[in-house]
């Protein structure tokens, strides 16, 4: 970017202004050898539909294509479909953990169906993924998801790259696939919908208007005080990485707004500190990024 060598780390960094941070949902990276699963569902008890010789469709959520059974709707488009392989994620019909309510096909829990519904869930009626009903359900889901693989491996004439598998929140697992392949997936039975992964860039740009932040900026929500944008506000955030040629980062970002840095210009402290033995020349901070710090646990320091 910019003709430099962009440098992402995973720090702590200190900003003057909030960040925001995602977390994930409760996944399960599929080990190389799936052992330990005690659940009767063999791969020849997920039947397939011979009709799968599709060509490579887009992918929709049911939400926007569905059709009368309720499984992924293909449709046919014009526009070119990447051959090569992608993430594709892999909705079954069986409810998730989450979701269970009892009275699943070819699963017979401990307890009744209620029973079992009502030990997932603590005093407070908020789910347990460690209950021991809960427990039962998803390494029932676990063998289903198992032989479904296996199906779906002799479906695709090969063995596809697993990487995740889901049972509390969805029950379903991530692939890597052709969208061919993945047309072929959808008409399998047993699913519920498949979707191509897409990457989105997280905007700001209705955030601050939730948030009242105009204004704060023009002093007209302030009570009779100076509107602000948070000068010599200093916010420490634990983030996965910062990228410091981000436009979020900038000391002048879009708006052409110029942060003034609470310390002094040309003050910084982490790996942007010339005499701190982190420094880092290839991070640039300024007076909006005034710090970051590394560590080995997470980048190697």
């Not at 009744?112 to 029932?140: H, I, Q, W």
């Not at 990024?289 to 190697?300: D, T």
Request: with cysteine; hydrophobic share 40%; net charge negative.
């Amino acid at each position: 970017m910019m003709g430099k060598t962009q440098k992402i780390f995973n720090i702590l960094s200190i900003l003057v202004i909030v960040s925001m941070m995602a977390a994930p949902v409760l996944a399960q990276p599929l080990p190389a050898s799936s052992t330990g699963i005690d659940a009767e569902v063999s791969p020849s008890s997920i039947p397939t539909n011979p009709a799968a010789d599709a060509p490579a469709d887009l992918l929709l959520p049911p939400a926007e294509q569905p059709n009368g059974n309720g499984k992924l709707q293909l449709e046919q488009v014009k526009a070119d479909v990447d051959a090569g392989e992608a993430i594709y994620f892999v909705q079954l019909e069986a409810p998730s953990a989450v979701m269970y309510k009892g009275h699943v096909k070819g699963y017979t829990p401990r307890l009744s169906g209620k029973e079992a519904e009502a030990g997932m869930r603590d005093a407070f009626g908020k789910f347990n993924a460690k209950s021991s009903a809960a427990v039962d359900y998803m390494n029932y889901l676990k063998g289903v998801q198992k032989a479904f693989i296996a199906g779906m491996n002799q479906r695709l004439g090969r063995n596809v790259d697993v990487t995740y598998t889901f049972q509390a929140s969805l029950n379903g697992f991530s692939a890597k696939m052709t969208a061919a392949e993945a047309a072929k997936v959808a008409k399998m039975d047993g699913v519920k919908y498949v979707n191509k992964g897409l990457d989105y860039h997280l905007d700001t740009d209705h955030g601050p208007e939730w948030l009242g932040a105009p204004g704060i900026w023009n002093g007209t929500a302030t009570g009779g005080l100076p509107g602000t944008k948070g000068e010599g506000v200093i916010v420490g955030v634990i983030d996965t990485g910062i990228d410091p040629w981000n436009p979020s980062f900038l000391d002048v970002g879009g708006d052409g707004y110029d942060h003034t840095n609470p310390w002094g210009a040309g003050t910084y402290v982490g790996v942007c500190d010339s005499g701190d033995p982190s420094y880092d020349p290839t991070f640039p901070c300024n007076d909006k990024l005034i710090g970051a710090w590394g560590y080995s646990s997470v980048n190697g320091g």
